[in-house]
């Protein structure tokens, strides 16, 4: 073989070993099972920032209609479950905007809100408006259309004022 | 008799004013060679290197070859697999009594050591920078060259890193030890046979506290803390008192090799990318 190639498989050999090196110690598997499944997880991974650096990221379509299905019937955690799934970069305005709604949905309450879920949905409702400032959502189903109009409901469900005793809070319906 | 002796001295300005040719005597091995394809060369100062221009047999030309191509088998992918090897096996630990795989990163210590090994290295000769980064070669041969020196990096730093206790105490002795010899080193004069021994009486010291006195020393980890310290107090006070991690006995045998392999890997680096 001439001295040429030899170099360049030299280095080839030294890339992909180096790599895979590098990547025992970032992984660290405990035995062969757990090896399988994080070199899955990796190739996953890498293909979905290989998609964003390429611009051809795309919600799961089928991960999104179930997650929206199992929104529409109030099951809010195989809901959340089913989006973070169709959208794992959370990059896409629309998923993130119907997790944070599953979660003041899920929160919810004529007598008093679940704070840990309304806090968890303000975090969210906020990741949406970096995402997409002017977000709208074209969903009949759902009576706030915009991010500000939840980020709203949720600091308001949040606050504490002498109005959370008012009796007649308790006719007031879940949007 | 004025003319006799003004002859005299003009000859012996003559002779003082005679070219001296300094040289010396040079041996060649017995080849027998045409002289018509010979070709003279003049030796003008003590320490010129002459050339064997004589043209080679095909037999010469051919084992010639077959040497440079072993050479170069040698840098470009053995070595790099041994050093490669020695970084995988470097940091890896059988944990007890599971037996599961754990991934030591290295410190940042293991790099500062590593570096001074490098610079080592370079002062005592046994990498020479001109053999191995020149403008002569190819940018290929360059990157191949600096692809090597980078594996030989990481097995130094992964040495340390197999070499060192994990944490605790006994982490920061050995470090200072370590740290101690290799500033003592930078500044002695080294050849590279003395450097060679040196480390491997370092590494070979290291291993020996390592994994046979303070891992006899580590309490079993399939006993409970009571159980422990009932049928080996001893043991378990020093489990305690040195923060020592219990790993299964397999571990001693792998950075066994793990050395190995790091000083043989040493022992075949050549001084230079280019056969003399």
């Known amino acids: 073989m001439k001295e040429k190639y030899l170099q360049i498989l030299g280095i080839f050999l030294t890339v992909v070993y180096g790599f895979f090196v590098a990547w025992l110690y970032w992984a660290e598997p405990k035995n062969l099972e757990d090896f399988s499944t994080k070199a899955k997880e990796t190739i996953e991974n890498t293909t979905t920032q290989g998609q964003i650096i390429i611009g051809t990221y795309e919600v799961d379509a089928a991960k999104f209609a179930d997650g929206l299905k199992a929104f529409r019937t109030d099951n809010f955690v195989a809901a959340r479950s089913f989006f973070e799934n169709a959208d794992p970069e959370r990059r896409d305005a629309r998923t993130q905007f119907y997790i944070a709604y599953s979660f003041y949905r899920q929160g919810f309450g004529k007598l008093y809100n679940d704070d840990e879920l309304f806090k968890k949905g303000l975090e969210q409702i906020n990741r949406v408006l970096t995402l997409d400032r002017n977000f709208k959502s074209d969903d009949t189903n759902l009576q706030m259309k915009t991010p500000a109009e939840l980020k709203n409901e949720f600091e308001e469900g949040l606050r504490t004022t002498v109005e959370d005793f008012n009796p007649f809070r308790l006719t007031r319906e879940r949007k | ?276």
Do not use: H
Not at chain 2, 19 to 30: A, F, R, Y
Not at chain 2, 222 to 245: C, H, M, R, V, Y
Not at chain 2, 253 to 266: A, H, K
């Open chain 2, 1 to 276: 008799m004025k003319t006799e002796e003004e002859q005299t001295i003009k000859k012996v300005e003559e002779i003082d004013f005679l070219p001296v040719i300094d040289g010396e005597l040079v041996e060649t091995s017995p080849v027998e060679i045409d002289a018509v394809d010979e070709e003279l060369t003049i030796v003008s100062a003590k320490n010129k290197v002459i050339e064997d221009r004589r043209p080679k047999t095909e037999d010469q030309t051919k084992i010639q070859n077959s040497k440079s191509k072993i050479l170069d088998q040698k840098i470009y992918l053995l070595l790099p697999f041994i050093f490669l090897t020695v970084t995988l096996l470097g940091g890896l630990r059988l944990s007890s009594p599971a037996g599961d795989v754990i991934f030591w990163r290295p410190a940042l210590f293991c790099l500062i050591s590593a570096a001074i090994l490098m610079v080592l290295f370079f002062r005592a000769g046994l990498i020479s920078v001109e053999g191995w980064f020149s403008e002569d070669f190819t940018a290929l041969k360059n990157i191949a060259n600096g692809a090597v020196l980078t594996t030989l990096f990481a097995a130094s730093a992964q040495i340390f890193n197999a070499l060192l206790p994990e944490q605790g105490l006994p982490f920061w002795v050995f470090a200072f030890c370590f740290f101690w010899t290799l500033w003592n080193n930078l500044f002695a004069d080294f050849d590279v046979k003395k450097l060679l021994r040196s480390l491997g009486a370092l590494f070979g010291l290291a291993f020996v506290v390592k994994y046979l006195i303070l891992a006899n020393l580590a309490a079993p980890a399939s006993e409970s803390w009571l159980q422990g310290i009932w049928q080996n107090t001893t043991k378990e006070a020093f489990t305690w008192l040195l923060d020592l991690p219990r790993f299964s006995a397999g571990t001693g045998y792998i950075q066994f090799f793990t050395v190995v392999f790091y000083l043989l890997g040493l022992f075949l680096f050549p001084n230079s990318s280019e056969k003399k």
